[in-house]
């Protein structure tokens, strides 16, 4: 039975879904900037799969780092692990995987396009041709992608790409729980990619056969399931508040009964209200004790925990908060995406949390002048130690501080002529494009202060 929601799901957001032209501007802008590139263009592109560019791996990274300082650094109760990818087919057998993770399956006899019969508005009509009445009987389909280790292709040599980190996580409990000394309750992250064979990718980078998840396996007492649960689910609620998206864009929702995974008493999803409607986040699950006794059962190792102050022994229950990283980049684009008018002309800025922002200083020398380039990019060297910088000395001022602007940067410092004189430049605030003097001995100072850390 599913367990009670924390209290952030009481007020759900009311908010209509964003311009739909949001989308299109937001893809538009990660090819042109070098946020996200489709893989393999020059060959037409393979199917939901893409690059990271220049900008994108660095907005990719601070999502992950905002989220490992939030789960791992910043306590004490959890720490990290990194596991395979490559797993054998026991692993996936005891976790239910190889049984139970399909999605149904529906073909369309009319055009042969194929569907996931849970995500048609109308199970009867074929959103692609709009063919009435088409559908094959629904079929279940198997999501893990299977390969071979090994020079021979046999039953013997079956491998898969693991579909989530957790279960790396499973099979590492008591190793984990010996080597770091932790005892419940306590956690285990791990940050790293996952591979599920999806029916129907789509959305950009939402929905990819290849993403990349920000998973924690906290193990508690089972008496204090509950707890731990409600306390997760208002945490993972609060990051995203925290790191920028407006209240009105996040609701914390509750699954009923039948959406319910095999392993959970109880999950609740962080959606965040993209332009085709709410979707999920983060996923935060009620895993009760099924995976370490499935693979307990199935490996014959003990993957319990004998508490001696109570003399009991007892496998642990475990909260699972599981976020996709690639997904939670494209909200916090599409959150932080403004267009505005100053002075006769549109804006375009990304007001991304500092923490997030690829670049957080970007460094512009007012011309090519060398007696201003040689300095600039001195005081360039002298910042790039405490923040990662861009330097641009092409166009014209007020172009480049519009370029800053669509990546996000939040301060830009700009040696002009003066600087020559005064040993000072302007430092240009993103959000509000207020200009102040800082003398140059000051400027990292300055500039911690302004972006808070």
Not at 27 to 50: D, H, M, Q, W
Not at 332 to 358: D, I, W
Request: proline share 6%; net charge negative.
């Amino acid at each position: 039975m599913s367990e009670a929601p924390a209290s952030p799901e009481a007020a759900e957001p009311t908010a209509e879904p964003a311009d739909p032209g949001l989308f299109d501007r937001i893809v538009n802008l990660c090819k042109r900037r070098g946020f996200v590139f489709p893989s393999a263009e020059i060959y037409g592109g393979f199917r939901s799969t893409y690059d990271y560019g220049p900008i994108g791996v660095l907005m990719l990274r601070n999502v992950k780092d905002a989220w490992w300082r939030s789960m791992v650094q910043l306590r004490d109760d959890v720490v990290g692990l990194d596991a395979a990818i490559l797993s054998p087919p026991a692993i996936w057998e005891a976790s239910g995987h190889l049984a139970n993770f399909t999605d149904p399956l529906v073909d369309c006899r009319h055009c042969g396009a194929r569907h996931r019969l849970d995500k048609l508005d109308d199970a009867d009509v074929c959103p692609t041709c709009g063919t009435r009445g088409s559908f094959t009987e629904a079929r279940q389909f198997n999501l893990m992608f299977k390969t071979h280790a090994g020079p021979v292709e046999e039953s013997s040599s079956v491998a898969y790409l693991r579909p989530e980190t957790a279960q790396g996580i499973f099979v590492n409990f008591v190793n984990v729980m010996n080597a770091s000394r932790k005892k419940p309750p306590f956690g285990v992250a791990q940050i790293g990619k996952s591979f599920r064979n999806e029916i129907t990718p789509g959305n950009f980078v939402f929905r990819t056969r290849e993403f990349e998840q920000m998973e924690m396996e906290f193990f508690v007492p089972p008496d204090e399931g509950p707890k731990w649960y409600e306390y997760w689910c208002g945490e993972r609620f609060e990051w995203y508040l925290d790191l920028g998206i407006a209240p009105d864009q996040l609701r914390l929702r509750a699954h009923g009964a039948d959406e319910l995974s095999h392993y959970s008493a109880g999950t609740s999803d962080v959606e965040f209200l993209f332009p085709w409607g709410w979707d999920e986040l983060e996923g935060i699950a009620q895993r009760t004790d099924y995976d370490l006794k499935a693979h307990s059962e199935h490996s014959g190792e003990k993957l319990d925990f004998f508490d001696q102050a109570t003399g009991t022994r007892y496998t642990p229950y475990v909260i699972e908060p599981a976020a996709g990283a690639t997904r939670t980049l494209m909200a916090f684009l599409m959150a932080a995406y403004a267009e505005e008018e100053v002075r006769g002309e549109t804006r375009t800025v990304l007001r991304l949390h500092p923490r997030l922002a690829p670049y957080k200083v970007a460094v512009l020398p007012l011309s090519k002048k060398a007696e201003l380039t040689a300095q600039a990019r001195q005081v360039l060297t002298a910042l790039q130690p405490h923040f990662m910088c861009d330097y641009d000395e092409t166009q014209a001022i007020g172009r480049r501080y519009r370029r800053q602007d669509e990546l996000g940067t939040p301060c830009c410092v700009t040696f002009d002529f003066d600087s020559l004189a005064d040993h000072a430049v302007t430092v240009r605030d993103r959000d509000t494009m207020a200009q102040d003097r800082v003398a140059i001995p000051d400027l990292v100072d300055h500039l911690h202060g302004k972006l808070g850390f």
